[in-house]
């Protein structure tokens, strides 16, 4: 050197051994490659150390519900916590505390047609207001519509709106069989049967329709819609109806009535139409099931049901069933509920009736969690900048287990069908497959699972759409490149592993990393009260700098 000193040592990881040199500095190098671990004399509460801190982590997140009856909005916020001893940089959700539940408010329509966007958005407004929350305070949330309010001409619009003016949310519109999966979870129905083991009906009711749900092991198996709602009908004090929906009318009809908008109806007669919808929805479980019945189905019935061992009801009109609600709104929801209460307590179904837990609050998705992950080195993606970045890009976790053999046609009809029970077309909606692997990674069971793909996206296929898949083993590089050079995939093809999703989450997916090769997957996920996953595979999140996985 020209000054004489020997050039300065390299530094690197090594020189840490057995606290080696730890007070050493880095002179004009911002860029070391690796963190420090500070130490001090003074005592300190572990909440202030920096590695507490990085391992502890607290979200406030907001879960807006705009149903068919009513409106809510749920703040909580979410605890996590890195679980070191795993020697994993995943962070698992280990408490939930609801912080504020808004009134329900009447979900407030404009014509029979469109929601009253202004006066949502006051409910919401004030919401925020008597919670002491502003927009820019939370981390992560959900808005969801279901039921009457998802058919609403500027539904999707108010939620995109909601979403983007009040918070970076999800915007999940939930449609029956998604509806019945989350009222299932909500209720604490899942919850139930996974402690107890036993087959649990879910029999869910709002203002617009009856979703059923049937959960083995706290797994739901089967689901299906009735058009049977609380709100379908509604009068004011003089008994004069001022709503009346197209499946209501028929209702009234299939009653006897030929009402109209305007109309004035008598008590007796109201509760005549409240039997008969109780019926309805009791034949649509325990049969025998008629044919007006089945016109009434909004999907395909639940299969035989066979041996249920307990049936728990939810949704606004399970308040009443539980004797928990005793007000009248003006619609069929009280009367339908003491309807369906009187006819099982006289015995109207051969399963006994299970305690309640979360009603009319139990599609009210009260949080949202932020993780993020980092995919492993081994992503495939064959053009970066056609495939990325992606924003709220909906997670499907087929249900098949990837066995010592793999059936490419019994994957096939399990990608198909997880599609079907989201109520999504596969091929009209892009979304990320999340796939479990076990076992030895053979280019045999590689290639029959890159083959059972191909086959339950031949929609997706056709049409050159943008392929995402997740996987949690290491296997992208190998499956990417048998999709498309063997099998010959003309689509664009993303593949990431090391990363782990479940149902109901949704990822943004940021650019990809360089000289690491690596992409940042933001993970939003429905987190439930009453989730028996959050036992059985604790769920990571974090919203944060992303790590490696």
């Known amino acids: 050197?020209?000054?004489?000193?020997?050039?300065?040592?390299?530094?690197?990881?090594?020189?840490?051994?057995?606290?080696?040199?730890?007070?050493?500095?880095?002179?004009?190098?911002?860029?070391?490659?690796?963190?420090?671990?500070?130490?001090?004399?003074?005592?300190?509460?572990p909440e202030d150390s920096p590695l507490w801190a990085q391992d502890h982590v607290s979200l406030r997140s907001v879960g807006i519900d705009i149903g068919s009856s009513g409106t809510q909005v749920i703040f909580s916020r979410i605890d996590l916590r890195r679980m070191g001893e795993e020697l994993s940089s995943r962070y698992y959700v280990v408490a939930r505390e609801t912080l504020f539940q808004s009134p329900v408010s009447l979900t407030p329509y404009k014509s029979e047609e469109?929601?009253?966007?202004?006066?949502?958005?006051?409910?919401?407004?004030?919401?925020?207001?008597d919670a002491g929350q502003h927009p820019d305070d939370i981390d992560a949330g959900v808005v969801i519509l279901t039921g009457e309010a998802l058919r609403?001409?500027?539904?999707?619009?108010?939620?995109?709106?909601?979403?983007?003016?009040?918070?970076?949310?999800?915007?999940?519109?939930?449609?029956?069989?998604?509806?019945?999966?989350?009222?299932?979870y909500g209720s604490g129905a899942a919850r139930v049967s996974s402690d107890s083991g036993k087959l649990v009906l879910n029999i869910d009711i709002g203002g617009g329709t009856t979703k059923l749900a049937l959960v083995e092991r706290g797994k739901v198996i089967a689901t299906a819609a009735l058009h049977v709602g609380g709100r379908?009908?509604?009068?004011?004090?003089?008994?004069?109806?001022?709503?009346?929906?197209?499946a209501g009318k028929r209702l009234a009809e299939l009653s006897g009535f030929r009402w109209s908008r305007g109309d004035v109806v008598d008590h007796a007669a109201m509760e005549r139409v409240a039997g008969r919808m109780a019926e309805y929805v009791l034949a649509s479980v325990a049969g025998p099931m008629s044919e007006t019945v089945r016109t009434l189905l909004l999907t395909e019935p639940l299969p035989d049901l066979g041996r249920i061992d307990g049936v728990m009801f939810s949704g606004g009109v399970g308040e009443y069933v539980y004797g928990r609600e005793a007000r009248d709104f003006g619609d069929m929801g009280?009367?339908?509920?003491?309807a369906l209460r009187n006819k099982l307590d006289a015995g109207a179904l051969p399963w006994p009736l299970l305690p309640p837990g979360e009603c009319i609050r139990a599609t009210a998705l009260g949080a949202s969690e932020y993780s993020v992950q980092l995919s492993g080195n081994t992503i495939y993606i064959s053009d970066p900048g056609a495939l990325l970045p992606r924003r709220n890009l909906q997670v499907l976790q087929p249900d098949y287990a990837c066995g010592e053999r793999i059936d490419p046609d019994a994957l096939a009809r399990a990608i198909r069908a997880?599609?079907?029970?989201?109520?999504?077309?596969e091929g009209e909606t892009e979304a990320a497959l999340a796939l479990r692997w076990q076992g030895t990674p053979s280019y045999e069971r590689i290639a029959a699972l890159a083959a059972g793909i191909a086959r339950g996206l031949q929609h997706t296929l056709a049409k050159r759409a943008p392929v995402y898949v997740m996987v949690d083993g290491d296997i992208a590089q190998t499956?990417?490149?048998?999709?498309?050079?063997?099998?010959?995939?003309?689509?664009?093809?993303?593949?990431?592993?090391?990363?782990?999703?479940?149902?109901?989450?949704?990822?943004d997916l940021g650019r990809i990393r360089m000289p690491s090769q690596t992409v940042p997957v933001t993970v939003k996920s429905l987190v439930f009260g009453e989730d028996p996953r959050d036992r059985s595979a604790p769920r990571n999140a974090r919203k944060g700098t992303p790590r490696s996985v």
Not at 17 to 39: L, M, Q
Not at 115 to 126: Q, S, Y
Request: net charge negative; hydrophobic share 45%; charged share 30%.
């Open 232 to 246: 379908l009908l509604v009068v004011d004090e003089a008994d004069r109806i001022v709503r009346l929906d197209p």
């Open 479 to 507: 499956l990417g490149a048998i999709l498309r050079d063997e099998i010959g995939v003309e689509s664009e093809v993303l593949v990431i592993d090391g990363v782990v999703l479940w149902d109901f989450d949704y990822i």
């Open 418 to 425: 997880h599609f079907t029970a989201f109520d999504l077309v």
């Open 114 to 129: 469109l929601i009253d966007e202004d006066a949502l958005a006051a409910i919401i407004d004030r919401a925020f207001a």
């Open 152 to 184: 609403r001409e500027n539904a999707g619009a108010i939620a995109a709106l909601l979403a983007e003016q009040r918070g970076e949310f999800v915007c999940a519109s939930a449609g029956h069989h998604m509806e019945a999966m989350l009222a299932a």
């Open 334 to 338: 009280r009367l339908l509920g003491l």
């Open 1 to 45: 050197m020209a000054d004489g000193k020997p050039p300065k040592k390299t530094h690197s990881l090594a020189d840490h051994v057995h606290g080696h040199d730890h007070d050493h500095v880095h002179d004009g190098d911002e860029t070391a490659d690796h963190d420090h671990d500070h130490f001090s004399g003074e005592e300190s509460s």
